[in-house]
């Protein structure tokens, strides 16, 4: 059966740390809003320009914006068997708006559709945001702190890994408040319709992962 999986939890609780393994083990396409609006902004494109606008204060960016990203990401063929959302939807507005998109592409078939909500205390995310590093070719996420790196390059791309702009403190503490205002109150929403599953994200990323898998596989 066709899988669908959305991830909803505040910044820094591991969602991308979590689908990336998940992708993998399962050969479902990752689609991470963040990561698609930041190679629109990479890329100069306009909309990167209007994304680029919102990233930095910490705001959601303009639903025509993500829906249309999303829904044209979904409809390609390599998402025909599933696929796992990472940041998407962010707002009641944009739930209605996938709504919309699953009644497109799904019509009345019958899909194994989940919602994982990544439950953790504000307390320790900003510590992971301001000391997380991605590797710009292969995607895989870091932690300078718990992750003992030597230096700062990708393991197995052998480049030096970056650092998101909207990783400052400033910055992530808007994102909190984004997110409590604006997306958290999906969890009520999908909780109504009895897909929600909580997942403990203040353990370590096997622990978590463990508990992942054991909804994913039941
Ligand atoms: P996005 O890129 O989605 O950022 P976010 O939601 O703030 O979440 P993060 O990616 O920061 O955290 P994460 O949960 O993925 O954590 P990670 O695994 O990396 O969105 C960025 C911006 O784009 C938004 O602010 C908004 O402006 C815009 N946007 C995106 N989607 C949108 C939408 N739908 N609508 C409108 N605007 C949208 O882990 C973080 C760190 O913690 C890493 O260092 C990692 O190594 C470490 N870590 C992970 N798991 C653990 C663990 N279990 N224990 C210890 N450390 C861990
Ligand atoms: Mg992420």
Known sequence: ???EYIFIGPPGSGKGTQTIMLSKEFGLPHVDTGA???AEIASGSEIGQRANERIKKGQLVPIEIVSEIIKNRLKSKDCQNGFILDGYPRSIEQAQALDAIFKEIDGSNSVDRKVFYFNIAEDSLIERLINRRTCPKCGSIFNLKTMNLDKPICPYCNVE?????DDTVDVAKARFETYFKETHPLIDLYSKRNLVYTIDADKDIETVYEQLK?????
């Open 36 to 38: 698609l609006l930041r």
């Open 161 to 165: 890994l970056s650092q998101r702009k």
């Open 214 to 218: 054991r909804v994913v596989e039941q």
């Open 1 to 3: 059966m066709k899988r």
